[in-house]
């Protein structure tokens, strides 16, 4: 069995990504080797491909939309009449997707500080974000994050934040629904935002989040040599394939 990974290639950080996934593929086979073998059996092999049209995109099993600019990927994304497919993949496919930054941006089901005229956006995380949350390219730094669901023990994450937005209210769509639940769940705080080398530090802004198939971040793990989040997220394609749909972490 092949699993297909997209990363939406309209415009931004397309070859980061690519090259963290080929590095964390390559990481989960051999760690698969080293354990049990259980993994190793059954691991799939994987494809990664620039998705640019319709038929790219329905190759996918998963997808990647990565940091840049959301209102430009949108212009694009419209022109190409990738925005019914791309919304079907996450909200009625429920396929594995994960935003960074501007990707973020486009996962939520709304957005403030938009350009005049606003932006289209894809949807799927219940989740209103704030763009150029810590201002503009001048005023990006980085900044060491705890991540919970990487696991408690692990070493705190070099978070690079870009025009970075943030999540700043998980809204209630069903009062109480496992959805509602698991946005919290997922939401994960930047902490030790002393460390920052430049700008606003995160405090406790909500940096990452995740909703059943949908994953979002403000910054770019595509841009440091850390492959911990890939691993931890093509670990989640892989139950997705298997289980037919994410299983909780
Ligand atoms: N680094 C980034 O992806 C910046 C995101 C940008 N501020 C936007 O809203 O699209």
Not at 4 to 19: C, K, M, R
Not at 52 to 60: G, N, S
Request: one cysteine or more; proline letters at 4%.
């Amino acid at each position: 069995m092949t699993i297909t990974v997209g990363v939406l290639a309209l415009q931004g950080g397309v070859i980061e990504h690519l090259s963290l996934l080929r590095r964390a593929a390559d990481y989960l086979s051999t760690s698969s080797s080293s354990n049990d073998g259980k993994e190793l059996a059954t691991l799939p092999d994987f494809d990664f491909i620039q998705v640019r049209t319709k038929e790219q995109l329905a190759q996918c099993d998963a997808l990647i939309i990565p940091g840049g600019e959301s209102t430009t990927m949108a212009i694009v994304a419209r022109r190409l009449g990738l925005f019914d497919q791309l919304r079907d993949f996450v909200k009625v496919q429920h396929k594995p997707v994960w935003g960074t930054c501007a990707g973020l941006v486009m996962l939520a089901e709304e957005a403030s500080a938009v350009k005049k005229g606003g932006q289209e956006l894809v949807g799927g995380l219940d989740v209103r974000v704030v763009r150029n949350r810590y201002g503009t390219q001048i005023q990006s730094f980085v900044a060491d994050l705890k991540l919970p669901f990487l696991g408690e023990e692990e070493a705190p994450f070099r978070g690079v934040f870009i025009r970075a937005p943030v999540v700043e209210e998980i809204m209630t769509t069903t009062s109480g629904s496992p959805a509602e639940q698991e946005v919290k769940e997922g939401a994960a705080s930047a902490s030790g935002g002393q460390q920052s080398e430049r700008g606003a530090a995160p405090g406790d802004d909500i940096v990452a989040v995740r909703q059943r198939n949908v994953f979002g971040t403000s910054f770019h793990p595509e841009l440091t040599q850390d492959v911990r989040i890939h691993v931890w997220w093509l670990r989640q394609v892989l139950d997705a394939a298997r289980h037919g749909d994410l299983v909780a972490l």
